[in-house]
């Protein structure tokens, strides 16, 4: 076991992941000396609204990818409750299965104040922006910005623990002559309200969540008409009337967009449902994953552990893309913790042993084809990770609640949000809500009247 003397942790971010490193430290009553570096003035990364897009309030790249009246796209149940505070607990009742962003916002904060008897905050230096992250003499050099005192300065860690998150880098891909189109054109990342198209003919490239969503959002607030442009393949899902597929975009000129198919259609605005880099620009390059996005990045042992450079002490969690979340960052930060503290019995293995893990998981994601087996392969790595750090393994039992969902989205994708979902904690049955193209108002309280 290291010295708890001599460790000295670096957390970067003081969103779901990065909190749930504090929480899990705090809930082993061993907390090392531990600093997490956040960008923002609060906690709680993505989930706080702004605004804002371009720049943030410090000149910097704005982080949130938040818009107005999002409301959660999986059930509560299967990605976001916690085992040790359920959302019953929090709110005093049971809730519906889907909330709004508010709801989900107060329910992590929750977690993290009343949960905890450790003071959280006390690890957390806000308005800090984190600069540079290096290697050398078996340390981590950490450049930071600090905007309270206008000072930038550097500090030493033993450990490094990425929790910046995947979606503040855009990524946007060139279509020909995009540039002669007249309408609006902007990344899903810089959506904020979609009342701004109200009576206009939409174009959304990419037909991924967010691009359902978003394709959702405009028509409920009140779009004319919405195109989904596909890249691979179809969705397959039953769109409502004013939501209609094409293949992909071919080029533009000034007022329209034109497919593979060889049709064409007049728009207004283009929305980019492109998905996120994993771009890391704070990290020297020998310390950073590749920039596509993967159900499992390759060079993470445990899908967490980096294993190309910082000698075993650089970890990324939730940087990869994920049908569980919550509870996913909150195991894999279990893990986390415990071994950097030498409390796993089985860790750490040798290179080579763990290099064979990485690649039996890379290889398998090879093999997925439908979202059953995305969900499969993150409820075995789940069952993996629980049974080295001893997490909690009912989390495991997801794996049916995200199979009735997937049969939901397929049988009425504009209302899959009306069904119920049973906590695998409580036993309590989630209470029915209104249909979600019928909900105007995603405020905490009126959400609670359900």
């Keep these: 076991m290291e010295n708890k003397d001599k460790i000295r942790v670096c957390v970067i971010g003081a969103g779901p992941s990065g909190m749930s490193v504090l929480y899990q430290f705090a809930k082993l009553r061993k907390i090392p000396n531990i600093v997490c570096y956040e960008k ?35 059930p509560k149940e299967a990605n976001l409750e916690f085992p040790d505070y359920t959302f019953e607990k929090h709110f005093g009742k049971p809730v519906p299965s889907y909330p709004p962003a508010a709801a989900v916002r107060d329910y992590l904060q929750g977690r993290w104040t009343n949960a905890c008897s450790t003071d959280l905050k006390q690890f957390i230096q806000f308005n800090t922006i984190v600069r540079f992250v290096k290697f050398e003499n078996d340390n981590f050099v950490v450049t ?68 359902e969503d978003i394709a959702l959002h405009c028509l409920k607030y009140g779009a004319k008409h919405i195109y989904i442009s596909w890249r691979t393949q179809p969705t397959g899902l039953k769109w409502p009337k004013g939501i209609e597929e094409r293949p992909g975009v071919t080029r533009f000129d000034a007022k329209n967009a034109y497919f593979k198919d060889g049709s064409r259609t007049a728009i207004d605005a283009v929305i980019f449902c492109t998905g996120f880099r994993n771009h890391f620009p704070y990290l020297d390059t020998n310390l950073r994953i590749g920039e596509d996005t993967s159900l499992y990045p390759d060079g993470l042992y445990k899908a967490t552990l980096f294993l190309n450079g910082g000698n075993n002490k650089l970890f990324y969690i939730g940087a990869q893309d994920q049908l569980y979340s919550f509870n996913y960052f909150d195991c894999i930060a279990s893990w986390v913790c415990k071994y950097i503290l030498g409390e ?107």
């Design 144 to 211: 930071i910005d600090d905007r309270k005192k206008n000072m930038t300065k550097q500090e030493v860690f033993s450990h490094v623990v990425i929790c910046s998150g995947v979606f503040n880098y855009p990524n946007q891909p060139e279509v020909p002559d995009i540039i002669k189109f007249e309408g609006r054109v902007m990344h899903s990342h810089n959506f904020r309200n979609a009342n701004e198209f109200k009576g206009q003919t939409v174009l959304v490239i990419g037909s991924h969540y967010s691009g």
């Design 344 to 450: 796993l019995a089985d860790e750490p293995k040798s290179g080579e042993k763990m290099k064979r893990d990485v690649t039996k998981w890379t290889s398998r994601v090879s093999t997925i084809a439908s979202l059953k087996d995305v969900a499969d392969f993150q409820t075995d790595l789940l069952a993996e990770i629980c049974s080295s750090s001893g997490y909690d393994k009912s989390i495991l039992k997801a794996v049916s609640l995200f199979v009735d969902w997937i049969r939901h989205r397929e049988e009425d994708i504009s209302d899959f949000r009306r069904h119920q979902f049973r906590s695998m904690y409580t036993g309590s049955l989630a209470p029915t809500q209104k249909p979600y193209m019928t909900i105007f108002d995603d405020s905490l309280e009126t959400f609670l009247k359900c």
């Design 40 to 74: 923002q003035s609060t906690w709680g990364g993505i989930w706080n609204y702004t605004w804002r897009t371009g720049l943030d309030d410090n000149n910097e790249p704005c982080h949130s990818s938040l818009y107005k009246d999002l409301w959660t796209n999986a």
